[in-house]
């Protein structure tokens, strides 16, 4: 089912790019052939996704209908859902990482290279009262002050993240992964 409504998502947005689609652009724009584009307008057709109307003698007219836009919509909202699910997940994995940090006598939490969710850890350290520094560069003896929590940023090179790693530095990358393993998301 998932397929089709991508499928019908790539029909509703080729129809508003080019209102006059036919089959053969369709086909094109889902990466299918025109005998499967064929089915797939029909079998929209019979579940009420899909109506088409004769412009001429053998040229169709496609378009969405309410129930098809109506699915599309429950398929954004699914989204929606799920992404705020697992933000939600993510957010709580890092509160808890920090928040143990600081239970274990943890003073700040440095991070070293760049993160996507570098802001979730700055939400956790202002949530936590702990100052986050940043650092770019690894260093000669990264892992020195026995006060801090390190944390990888995703975007570390192999080898500092290696390195890192080997001197008690946590992944973020790491905490998120088992957090959704965890939760099954």
Request: net charge neutral; charged share 25%; aromatic share 8%.
């Amino acid at each position: 089912m998932n397929s089709d409504i991508a499928t019908l998502e790539n029909i509703a947005n080729t129809l508003k790019a080019e209102p006059l689609a036919n089959q053969r652009t369709l086909a094109k724009n889902a990466d299918m052939s025109v005998g499967l584009m064929n089915a797939v307008l029909k079998r929209f057709v019979e579940r009420g996704w899909i109506m088409f109307t004769h412009v001429t003698k053998q040229k169709f007219s496609y378009a969405i209908t309410p129930q098809g836009l109506g699915e599309l919509t429950e398929r954004g909202k699914n989204f929606a859902l799920r992404t705020f699910r697992i933000a939600n997940t993510y957010n709580e994995a890092v509160l808890q990482l920090v928040s143990s940090a600081k239970q274990a006598g943890k003073t700040k939490v440095i991070l070293y290279g760049e993160s996507y969710v570098k802001f979730l850890l700055e939400y956790a350290c202002k949530e936590v009262c702990l100052p986050l520094e940043k650092k770019e560069e690894v260093g000669e003896n990264p892992c020195a002050e026995k006060s801090a929590l390190f944390v990888l940023g995703e975007n570390l090179s192999g080898e500092d993240s290696a390195r890192l790693l080997s001197l008690g530095a946590v992944s973020l990358l790491d905490v998120l992964y088992q957090k959704e393993s965890e939760m099954a998301i």
